[in-house]
């Protein structure tokens, strides 16, 4: 809407927010299982994936919607 790239970082509750406004999602996967008590459940499937970088025990990507 104005042309100038924004970003979210926050916790699930910011994420719902925006959920709508947003037109891609940079997530890191990190390797292994850990407790959390706050989840932001977003559906992945459908849209583009590119990966955008790839650590030792941890891979960025951006999806696109």
Same mark, same amino acid.
């Given at each position: %809407?104005?042309? !100038?790239? =924004? @970003?979210? /970082?926050?916790?699930? +509750?910011?994420?719902?927010?925006? %959920?709508?406004? !947003?037109? =891609? @999602?940079? /997530?890191?996967?990190? +390797?292994?299982?850990?407790?959390?008590?706050?989840?932001?459940?977003?559906?992945?499937?459908?849209?583009?994936?590119?990966?955008?970088?790839?650590?030792?025990?941890?891979?960025?990507?951006?999806?696109?919607?």
């Amino acid at each position: %809407e104005y042309g !100038v790239p =924004s @970003y979210v /970082i926050g916790g699930s +509750e910011i994420y719902k927010f925006f %959920e709508d406004k !947003v037109d =891609s @999602y940079i /997530i890191s996967h990190i +390797e292994g299982d850990y407790e959390g008590d706050t989840f932001f459940d977003l559906d992945l499937s459908g849209m583009e994936k590119e990966t955008i970088f790839v650590g030792e025990k941890f891979k960025t990507i951006e999806y696109t919607k």
